[in-house]
C-alpha cells in the first residue's frame, strides 16, 4: 500500500535524500566509513557541516554579520536559550501569544526578565493572528513563532518593529522567501523542512551578543559556539548531515521561490476542497490559514473517528489533530507532493458524499 505522510513532524523528506542518506550510512563518500562513525572533528565532517551553513546564508541572502550554528536541544531549549543570552534580570522583552509553542517561550523567558505579551489570539482560541502589536518602547526585542503548527495559523508578513525581531521559524522555515536580514536571531528545529529530528538551527547577528551583566554557563552561551567554530562539543552528525543534503535539495529544485509556489499549490488544492464540502470545517480565519498545516474538524464530531478510520485504511498516516486541541490537521511541508494532497482530497470528497 502507499502511504501518505502528513505528520506534522518529524515529516516526510525528499526521497533522493533518504537515499543519499542510506548510503553514507554504510560508505559516505567513499570513504570506507559510515556517516554514523566519522569523527565530527575530521575534515570529513568540517565539509559537512560549513556546505550546511553556507546554504542556510545563500538561502537566506545574509551576510558574514550573522553565525549560523546548529545546536542540540530542539527549539524548546530555545524557548530557553534566547533569553538567557539576551534578557537581563531588570529587563523586559516582547513576545506575541499566537499558540501553544509561544506560550511555551513566555514561559521560559520568564525565568530570566521581563516579559510583555505584545499581542495574543486567545480570545478566540489561536485561530488567528492578532497583527496589533502593542510593544513597549524599553523592550529588548520581540519574539513571535511565525507558524503555528498545533492551530494551524501563520504570520503572512513580518511584523515592523524598532528592536530587535527574534522568530521561531520551526515548522515553516525555508518554505517561502522572506526579508531575512529584517530579523536578528532565527532558531528552528529541522525535523518539518530541513532535515531529520535531533538538530536545531539557530542563525545569530553577532552583534547582538554579549550585552548582559548575567554569567551564562559555556554551553549555552552562543558566543561560545561561535568562537569555537560551531564544534563546542559533539555535534549529531548524522542530523547535521542530513539537514545539509535537504538544504542541497531546496537549491538544486529551484530554492525558495519554487518551495513557496509548490506550498501555495498544495494548500489552495486542500482548503478550495475543504471550503466546498459543508461536512468539513477549517477552524483558522482564512487570511491567517497556514501553508504548511491545515487545521480542521468535522461538523458531526461523531464521524471523526470513522474518517481516522478510513484515512487509516488508505495508507494516511499524521491526519488526527494536536492532543491539546483535537480534531483533524493535514501537514504539508516542503517535500509533499502534490499527488499527497490530491489523494487525501479524494478521499475527503468521497466521505463527504456518503455522510454528508
Known sequence: MKMYNFNSGPSILPEEVYAQAA???????????????????????????HEAQANVKSLMQIDDSYEVLYLHGGATTQFMQVPMNLLDTNAQAAYCDNGIWGKKAIEEAGYFGKVAVAASSKDKGHT??????????????????????VEGTQWHHIPDVSMPLIADMSSDIFCRPMDFSKFSLIYAGAQKNMGAAGVTLTVVKKDLLGKINRPIPPIMDYRKHIEAGALLNTPPVFAVYVSMLTLRWIIANGGLAAMEQRAKERADL?????????????????????????????ENGELEKQFLDECKK????GVKGHRSVGGLRISMYNALPLSSVQAVCDLLKDFANRKG
Open 23 to 49: 548510503d553514507a550510512i554504510h560508505n559516505f563518500n567513499n570513504t570506507g566509513l559510515s556517516i554514523l562513525e566519522i569523527g565530527h572533528r575530521t575534515s570529513w565532517f568540517e565539509e559537512v557541516l
Open 128 to 149: 488567528y493572528i492578532n497583527k496589533t502589536l502593542n510593544v513597549p518602547d524599553d523592550a529588548v526585542y520581540l519574539h513571535y513563532t511565525t507558524n503555528n503548527t
Open 270 to 298: 486542500l482548503y478550495n476542497t475543504l471550503d466546498s464540502l459543508p461536512l468539513f470545517k477549517p477552524t483558522v480565519a482564512k487570511e491567517d490559514r497556514s501553508l504548511m498545516n491545515a487545521v480542521f474538524i468535522l
Open 314 to 317: 488508505n495508507g494516511m498516516i
